[in-house]
């Protein structure tokens, strides 16, 4: 039920783009995006619910494809606040709604 | 406004010995629990959820076990440690109603040795 990630890990220039990705083998529910600085808590960036809705939280943006049960994360013009763990998280349907799963997570390191 | 708590931040523990940690949420009812575990630089694990006092769901087989003994308690335990049970444990809480965001507690640094 892990959804899978990918890449496991990303280095930048400040300024660059990324495209972080997060796909299920189960139909979703719900997609949620976390991002983990080293040693705190996760904190979260957004959610976004079955339907191929789109959204977007400064320079970060998210979409899901349901019929491809498949989420990106994308960060545009990245800034040296963006490094840290990147993690999606899903649930499966209102049966299962009270679980959340999360993926391995993506590495990223965004570099002067 | 909603904070949740958890303690102790850090903890180092022998082999055999027992564990109990403890979470709690303050500002609002009747939340969805749930204890997560993360390796070192791996990813988050869900070990246990709680919709409810005294429901507990366990989501890994393992030598830990989770209650919940009061609305917005959430307790983590062992009755023996394994080098194994090391890592980052994280508590979070999230509204019982729709696909809400978790907001997590600032975890707890288990080392057994």
């Known amino acids: 039920q892990q959804p899978v990630q990918s890449p496991q890990a990303v280095i930048l220039r400040e300024g660059e783009d990324a495209v972080i990705n997060c796909s299920s083998s189960?139909?979703?529910?719900?997609v949620h995006w976390y991002r983990q600085k080293h040693g705190e808590a996760p904190v979260f960036l957004m959610i976004l619910l079955k339907g191929g809705e789109q959204k977007g939280h400064d320079k970060i943006s998210a979409s899901f494809n349901e019929k491809k049960q498949q989420s990106s994360l994308y960060l545009t013009a990245s800034q040296l606040s963006y490094s840290g763990t990147y993690f999606c998280g899903t649930e499966y349907g209102m049966d299962s709604s009270y679980k959340l799963i999360f993926g391995s997570g993506t590495r990223l390191l965004v570099r002067p | 406004s909603q904070t949740i708590h958890q303690w102790p931040a850090t903890l180092v523990q022998p082999v055999g010995s027992p564990l109990s940690l403890e979470c709690t949420v303050e500002?609002?009812?009747?939340?969805?629990l749930y204890w997560y575990r993360q390796a070192a630089g791996r990813g988050l694990q869900l070990l246990f959820y709680s919709v409810g006092i005294g429901q507990i769901s366990s989501e890994v087989p393992q030598n830990l076990s989770a209650s919940r003994p009061q609305d917005r308690q959430f307790i983590l335990s062992s009755k023996k440690l394994l080098l194994s049970d090391s890592g980052f444990y994280l508590c979070a809480w999230r509204l019982s109603v729709g696909s809400g965001e978790a907001f997590f507690g600032q975890g707890t640094r288990l080392t057994v040795v």
């Open positions: 500002g609002t009812s009747n939340p969805n």
């Open positions: 189960k139909a979703l529910y719900s």
